[in-house]
């Protein structure tokens, strides 16, 4: 038997959780937008929503310690970025993001639709149909980036998407680029009429973005745990309330 490979080996697994366990010292910073049902603020300040949910749950198999922040996506986004030691949700999960982070999910799906106001009569069959319409978005949005890029000239972008839903009923814009669960809520917050869903314009998930100096012990863990949770119906049952 070989006791040298055998000590060498039993050296670097040993090292290999030191190192995992060094990374994770101090608790992981964990941002996230005001984005209902999704993540929010509940009562007495408490982050909550169905990814919420899903996050602390995932964190708490891992043994994770973690502190979770609500700020403007904007910041989040570029705090994710240039900060070790951060991680974002719910974030779209796009080819354009694709190399900027390190990725565990998808956490929930959200597809983005176009939404028209209640007493509006628009149709839309395509993409290219909508065009012709003032799309409201906000900053820093993946939907928003994604219209852009389709070429998108009449996209006018907001601070953040409650600003829409009194945009879309004073008929400052015409159609609203959000996510399929998101409209609803915000114009039942706002005491708004109840948009009318007019177009799927891409089906999407979102997913934990983690800034990219994680070690990918960590990344491949957490993957794995989510992928428990799937299979043991947690996932489902989160799903389930907010239905």
Request: proline share 5%; hydrophobic share 40%; no cysteine.
């Amino acid at each position: 038997m070989n006791y040298q490979l055998l000590w060498k080996g039993a050296l670097f697994s040993v090292s290999s959780v030191l190192a995992l366990g060094a990374a994770q010292a101090a608790p992981l910073n964990v941002m996230t937008e005001d984005y209902p049902p999704f993540n929010m603020q509940g009562e007495g300040g408490k982050i909550v929503g169905l990814s919420t949910e899903v996050v602390e749950e995932l964190f708490k198999r891992a043994g994770v310690e973690y502190k979770i922040t609500l700020m403007p996506w904007k910041r989040a986004y570029e705090d994710t970025l240039s900060t070790p030691n951060t991680a974002l949700y719910s974030t779209t999960r796009t080819p354009e993001r694709e190399t900027l982070f390190k990725w565990v999910g998808p956490l929930v799906n959200n597809n983005w639709v176009f939404f028209s106001s209640s007493t509006a009569n628009i149709s839309i069959k395509s993409l290219d149909d909508a065009k012709q319409y003032s799309v409201g978005g906000y900053n820093g949005d993946a939907a928003a980036e994604y219209l852009k890029a389709q070429g998108f000239s009449k996209l006018q972008l907001a601070a953040n998407d409650t600003a829409n839903v009194k945009k879309l009923e004073a008929g400052r814009i015409d159609l609203w680029a959000t996510g399929q669960y998101l409209a609803p809520y915000l114009a039942n917050k706002e005491k708004a009429a109840n948009p009318k869903p007019v177009f799927v314009f891409k089906e999407t998930q979102m997913s934990l973005a983690f800034n990219k100096d994680t070690p990918d012990e960590l990344i491949k863990k957490l993957n794995e745990i989510l992928a428990a949770m799937k299979a043991d119906g947690t996932i489902e049952k989160i799903n389930a309330k907010y239905q």
